[in-house]
């Protein structure tokens, strides 16, 4: 019989509607029903391709026996962090600093007051090195709350007012100047793995906005060390295992250094923002590969994670059936040289030898990894070509991984910006309309008539969790993309809608700090504010570059110093941890260069020399540049007003800190003002 959860939207929490535990979701009733028997409650918080929470769901919450126990002693709550951030938030934060470590499945015994007093991540089913048991950690719970009460309500005060005296330096509410800057570069310099591409070791993550700040650093400094480290290291990714060699995109992370074994799920954040930076290296450099690697990993999101209503899923689980019904990490992206002989026949010899497929294996029982390990040597392009098609194609017939069709509003902004611009860089239409639909959906379901966002929707219904801070910045920074890569001022207008509540909902008025929350959100026991760049940008960092943009487009003062004031944390931080701050070091490049505001005039869109200028000004490397384009008389976009055709000509007018330069009408005259 399914429990509370069947009602749920979140695919996370369908997966665990059928369990024999009496779950509720995170609610104001489940706390009351803690309140009215007594009893403490099990906040269990996960996601849908986490592998140790499926591990833990089948070992003791599929248990009728655990289960029996659960429903007896606890209140239960499971939790899809993915849609409530704001929650798994606070209580990480509690367990990183009770266990110096914090992780999914998530574990937190709380008070029916919502105060924590026990935390762990994944417990066995059994004691394990070192490890107890699950069922010895409930018993110790309960017998604790049994007959210790009291000492158990004092622990979970002082959690709470630790947290409360957990609050951030923010330094200052000035942004960072040149100096820190070079700083942050010489940090990331030092963490630098020369050898393999990337920073620190293993596990390995790939360090997109860290890679965007060196991509950005180098553009407007010249430094050939940013723009080298930046592209060695988009190198190394794509030749790994963790990119897919077959399908395109990126897994989450590398368990070892050399990116060659990946946890294989594949997130919409990912592969947003890295296909945003091989984008912008193929516009830095001309990289053959980076091309390659931009546009595989576009159509791999429109192939793979695009839902019926036009959003994009949040995630392809790393588990899949191995063939024999047993699920498996990475079944369905590996190969053995004799599953190669298989499907390839004569030309297996030579796809092992171009995608390192080995006897031993580089992955777990004699199977390999597809990686690009041969730097020298001639390929027949055409035979590799078709061995990659029918390799596809022999992949295909494998059960594939879950897909999490949950359409999360900050990482569809994520993808709306990196599909707006790679179509528009590689005369792709087809990704531009892939970024708008996706667009007209976050509009048409997720903003309510006040413009307030929901996070999540699945199969066309709206979640009922309201949006946090990187849901209004990550949605704005892709509305701003597609009012560039367009010139339809629509995208704007609700891009200033997005970006008024994060001024009037989200920013401290008095430091010009940034909360995860808005004002009138839930109260939990700590309103979350994380300023670090960890997966994805920080609502913070991504809410100043999405400010300053549309500051730049419209002339907004307060949005520009509401930027200025919250690149203060960047000042504090970037020094010190450059590679968690990596956009918010990318937005301060683009503060430092201005960034330029390029209004582009024409006839008409589809006048050849308005569009040749549009495209030179879209493929210019300065910071976080704004773009417009239109007609002279278009009143769509503020940047277009007073800019009139040069005698008779299509112009681009170039303006940066309130001063501007004379039109131009010459392409490689404004290639080259935007080119440094």
Not at 550 to 563: L, N
């Amino acid at each position: 019989m399914p429990n509370r959860l069947a009602q749920e939207t979140s695919p996370y929490l369908l997966q665990h509607a059928e369990n024999p535990v009496d779950w509720w979701p995170w609610s104001a009733e489940a706390f009351a029903e803690a309140r009215e028997s007594g009893k403490p409650v099990l906040l269990s918080v996960g996601y849908s391709s986490c592998h140790w929470c499926h591990v833990m769901a089948h070992e003791s919450f599929e248990d009728q026996e655990t289960a029996d126990y659960l429903n007896t002693h606890f209140v239960n709550i499971k939790v899809d962090r993915e849609e409530r951030p704001d929650v798994d938030a606070v209580y990480m934060e509690a367990v990183q600093a009770a266990t110096g470590q914090g992780g999914w499945p998530m574990t937190v015994f709380l008070t029916p007051e919502a105060e924590p007093f026990y935390f762990g991540t994944y417990f066995p089913p059994a004691p394990r090195q070192g490890m107890p048991s699950f069922r010895q950690v409930l018993e110790g719970v309960r017998s604790a709350w049994a007959d210790r009460r009291d000492e158990v309500g004092e622990v979970a005060g002082k959690i709470v007012r630790d947290l409360a005296g957990r609050e951030i330096s923010y330094g200052d509410n000035q942004a960072p100047g040149e100096a820190e800057l070079a700083q942050a570069l010489l940090g990331l310099t030092r963490e630098y793995d020369a050898q393999r591409g990337g920073f620190g070791g293993a596990p390995k993550f790939p360090p997109s906005m860290a890679v965007e700040f060196l991509l950005r650093h180098a553009a407007r400094t010249g430094s050939e060390g940013a723009l080298q480290m930046a592209a060695d290291t988009c190198e190394r990714m794509a030749r790994g295992g963790i990119y897919d060699q077959l399908g395109g995109g990126f897994s989450r992370y590398s368990v070892d250094r050399e990116w060659v074994v990946p946890h294989f799920e594949k997130m919409l954040y990912d592969n947003a923002l890295l296909c945003r930076v091989y984008a912008h290296l193929w516009r830095a450099t001309g990289s053959e590969l980076a091309r390659r690697v931009a546009l595989e990993t576009a159509d791999f999101m429109v192939r793979e994670l695009r839902t019926n209503e036009g959003g994009f899923a949040s995630a392809l689980d790393a588990d899949s059936d191995d063939g024999s019904g047993k699920h498996v990490e990475g079944a369905y992206y590996v190969w053995t040289p004799d599953q190669l002989s298989e499907v390839l026949g004569e030309d297996a010899d030579l796809a092992a030898h171009y995608f390192g497929v080995t006897e031993e294996g580089t992955f777990e029982e004699g199977s390999s990894v597809l990686q690009l390990p041969q730097r020298e040597g001639v390929f027949d392009a055409a035979k590799v070509d078709s061995i990659k098609q029918r390799l596809l194609v022999a992949r295909g017939n494998r059960p594939a991984p879950g897909r999490d069709d949950k359409v999360v509003a900050a990482w569809n902004g994520l993808a709306i910006a990196a599909l707006a611009e790679t179509g528009a860089y590689f005369d792709r239409p087809d990704l531009i309309e892939a970024a708008v639909g996706a667009g007209d959906l976050l509009v048409r379901l997720h903003l309510d008539d006040h413009a307030q966002i929901a996070r999540t929707s699945k199969d066309g219904r709206v979640g009922a969790n309201a949006g946090v801070l990187e849901d209004y910045a990550d949605v704005a920074e892709g509305f701003l993309a597609l009012a560039s890569v367009t010139g339809e001022g629509v995208w704007l207008e609700f891009a200033g809608f997005l970006l008024d509540h994060v001024l009037a909902r989200f920013v401290d008025p008095e430091s010009g700090a940034l909360f995860d929350t808005a004002s009138d959100a839930e109260r939990l026991i700590r309103r979350p504010q994380d300023p670090t760049d960890n997966a994805a940008p920080s609502g913070w960092t991504a809410a100043a570059g999405a400010l300053l943009s549309y500051a730049a487009q419209t002339g907004a003062e307060p949005h520009r110093a509401a930027a200025e004031r919250a690149l203060g944390v960047v000042k504090a931080l970037g020094p010190r941890v450059p590679r968690f701050i990596g956009w918010g070091l990318a937005v301060a490049e683009a503060l430092l260069d201005g960034p330029k505001e390029v209004a582009v005039v024409g006839p008409s869109l589809d006048d050849e020399a308005t569009r040749a200028l549009h495209r030179t000004a879209l493929l210019g490397t300065a910071p976080g540049a704004v773009i417009a384009v239109g007609t002279p008389e278009s009143d769509e976009l503020p940047l277009l007003k007073g800019r009139p055709l040069v005698q008779g000509e299509p112009a681009a007018y170039v303006c940066r800190n309130f001063t501007c330069d004379a039109p131009t009408t010459d392409v490689e005259r404004l290639r080259a003002t935007l080119n440094g």
